[in-house]
């Protein structure tokens, strides 16, 4: 999860930057390319973000603490043979930190720049606007990647997390976390032309991620919610992204467990890539440049 203040710092560092910056390797003189210039904007995000050192351990503790709170209130009792609910709790933190790390952070972080003209004085200098959603989507790649890392670490560590031991689980963690990145990060984009100003993102977008985890089996298993809710959750892609992550790192026994006896890795497919399609239309057709009333 990226904060606010450190998304807003790294628009402030990147917008004073030339857009026409050279990458490194360009030839003297040759025009840089979108993908080099999205690659320029993505480095020029990420040292921002870690220069906001209070953001930073912020953004990563978070996911961290919640799994030490839920760790030591409900214990190491057992919800299926073989599997403690703070194992269950691991595996849906890390499908979290993706929706954290992309939906969240872009949804607040873009509204804000938007409300403060960052995005308007971007649009009026050279650099295409491809290198911009590129420069965001490397932020939340390599800030998702970092988090996953963290939480991988603590819940093997502390929490009894199991690391795949085969090819074929390490392929589906890989495809499942890049689909779930995908989605969350063109839907954070189209999300962030709701909030009106920079002072309501916050209170617009956090609430809608946090009743996600609550109907999306993330705070509680998901065979215990309302029958409702379960299939409110099954709408959105946050309960498909941690069932996949469920499949990845705990046993294979615990498949039965799940709401309709299987891991339904097809449907999590379809999914996560069906709301990445949707979440580019809204993108397209919401995304705006300027304010409200601003031209």
Do not use: H
Request: net charge neutral; proline share 5%.
């Amino acid at each position: 999860m990226i904060t606010p203040s450190a998304s807003a710092s790294a628009s402030g560092s990147a917008s004073t930057a030339s857009a026409a910056d050279v990458p490194a390797g360009a030839a003297p003189g040759a025009l840089p390319s979108t993908l080099g210039l999205g690659m320029s904007r993505s480095m020029l995000e990420l040292r921002a973000f870690f220069r906001e050192r209070d953001s930073m351990v912020f953004t990563f503790a978070f996911p961290v603490i919640m799994l030490f709170i839920f760790g030591s209130a409900f214990g190491s009792g057992e919800i299926a043979p073989g599997v403690t609910f703070t194992q269950y709790f691991a595996a849906g933190m890390i499908a979290s930190g993706v929706v954290l790390s992309s939906f969240q952070s872009l949804a607040i972080g873009i509204a804000i720049e938007r409300d403060d003209g960052t995005l308007k004085r971007l649009r009026g200098t050279p650099m295409p606007a491809a290198a911009y959603f590129l420069g965001k989507i490397g932020l939340v790649l390599i800030s998702s990647v970092v988090q996953t890392v963290i939480l991988l670490v603590v819940g093997t560590a502390l929490f009894g997390l199991d690391l795949p031991d085969t090819v074929d689980l390490w392929t589906r963690f890989a495809w499942i976390f890049l689909l779930g990145s995908t989605a969350g990060t063109v839907l954070g984009i189209a999300y962030s032309s709701v909030p009106r100003s920079a002072r309501s993102a916050g209170a617009v977008v956090s609430p809608v991620v946090i009743v996600l985890q609550f109907i999306s089996g993330i705070f509680f298993v998901l065979d215990q919610l309302p029958g409702w809710m379960v299939n409110l959750g099954s709408v959105f892609p946050l309960r498909w992204l941690a069932q996949g992550m469920r499949s990845v790192f705990l046993p294979a026994e615990f498949e039965q467990a799940e709401v309709g006896g299987s891991w339904m890795l097809g449907q999590t497919a379809a999914v996560l890539a069906g709301w990445s399609v949707i979440g580019l239309l809204l993108c397209l057709w919401t995304f705006r440049w300027a304010r409200r009333g601003d031209r």
